[in-house]
């Protein structure tokens, strides 16, 4: 039996049917099982997480803030996070549901202006950093990738500045990190953002 299938059914924190559910997982393409290691989760809404991954939809916001708690049955909870990925706003106003704290953030009017995939992207990692040195005047004219690479290279602490330009492509702005870079050889590595929202 797979290692990681018998550390949890050892750990005693997991039902047979959620052991079962992450069996499931480990042998489907596409979907990170890691994600569903967490005893809280049912195993209902397991496969219902499960589904989404199937689809190309980013679930670990939803997983991190817990969606499978707020008392919607997850045959409901997953058309909801479908229609949330199509339109954030319209779904906030008719759920408790949220993925961000951009209440916090000062730029928030900038956010709003964004691409549906931009937008959903840093408003997923506004959860976890203060994203409004990025919501400058000119985002709203960056593709996902370079915005991706842009947040990689904030996340280090190094200035934006330089690459803060949209007529740069990714391997320029590759370029001016590492020719800036004196003191330290470390790459920034581009973050894997795509897809972050789903087209059908």
Known sequence: M???????????????????????????????????????????????????????????????????????????LINIIRGYISNPDFIKSYTNLTIDNTNNLKNKGVLETLNDDVKFFLKSQSQFYNIDELLRPGIEKFKLDQVGYIFAVFLTGRNIDDIFDPSLSLDQMKEIVLNSSKKSKDDVEILDVTPVLSKK
């Open 2 to 76: 797979n290692e990681k299938i018998q550390s949890l059914i050892n750990s005693g924190l997991y039902n047979e049917g959620q052991i079962e559910t992450i069996k499931y997982a480990l042998h489907k393409e596409g979907v990170n099982e890691e994600l569903l290691m967490d005893p809280s989760i049912p195993e209902d809404y397991m496969f219902m997480y499960i589904k989404l991954m199937d689809e190309g939809i980013d679930v670990e916001p939803f997983i991190n803030n817990k969606w499978h708690t707020k008392g919607y049955p997850e045959n409901i």
